[in-house]
């Protein structure tokens, strides 16, 4: 089985100010990690995800996270966050090998303000 | 092209009645997700559908439950006298084939409130 924890449930941020979403993970067996963004009243969108290779992983809107295997974490960062970012974020993982059912954090939500 | 489609968007019911909630992936999706986003449980796995093989139910919460997917392609979501603690944001996945490198697009969201 799989769990993943976000400690920070709300994260407070000003706009054009760097930030890091903490998101750590365990689990049994190797699996695949991603970030997924809810903006208000929509459905998830995905921002990245790692499944090997480099373990700094590029997303859109100018986020990116890094994958670090010793610490079971895959922190999502962003130099300047803009106020569209405000949001809820979900760190998720799945099993590498088998049906890809995504084990998802409790989000944090991001509030960018002037 | 079109994304996940979900129907409902809301969903108001009484204690004890039935309901169902609708699910059209996108064309060519081989693979269907069912998940529950709640306030006290985050976002939880119900069930998955790929291709023609037997469902994933593991996360169905209880015999009240369960989801066909016809013709491979829309998927219902079924929910027996509903109780009020299945109010929640029910929402639909899809993607491409089953394994974790395939990207699950996810519908908005049936919002279901059991008063």
């Known amino acids: 089985a799989q769990s993943v924890t976000q400690l920070d449930s709300q994260v407070p941020v000003f706009e054009e100010a760097p930030v890091e979403l903490r998101c750590n993970y365990s689990s049994s067996v190797s699996v695949y990690l991603f970030w997924y963004v809810q903006y208000p009243n929509q459905g998830l969108q995905l921002l990245l995800k790692?499944?090997?290779?480099?373990?700094l992983v590029k997303g859109i809107n100018g986020f990116e996270a890094e994958f670090n295997k010793s610490q079971t974490s895959f922190h999502l960062r962003k130099p300047s966050v803009h106020i569209s970012d405000t949001a809820e974020y979900f760190c998720a993982v799945s099993p590498t090998g088998t049906a890809s059912k995504l084990t998802f954090g409790t989000g944090t939500r991001l509030q960018v303000t002037l | 092209g079109a994304g996940v489609s979900q129907s409902p968007s809301n969903k108001v019911t009484e204690k004890g009645k039935d309901v169902e909630l609708r699910c059209d992936p996108i064309?060519?999706?081989?693979?269907l997700y069912w998940y529950r986003q709640s306030l006290g449980q985050g976002l939880e796995f119900l069930i998955y559908?790929?291709?023609?093989?037997?469902?994933?139910k593991s996360g169905l919460p209880s015999d009240r439950f369960s989801a066909e997917r016809t013709g491979g392609s829309v998927s219902t979501l079924t929910i027996q006298r509903t109780q009020q603690e299945d109010s929640a944001v029910y929402l639909c996945?899809?993607?491409?084939?089953?394994?974790?490198?395939?990207?699950?697009?996810f519908g908005p969201g049936t919002r279901l409130t059991v008063t």
């Open positions: 996945a899809s993607s491409l084939g089953a394994g974790g490198p395939h990207e699950q697009y």
């Open positions: 064309s060519g999706h081989t693979a």
């Open positions: 559908f790929q291709g023609n093989s037997a469902p994933d």
């Open positions: 790692y499944l090997s290779g480099s373990t």
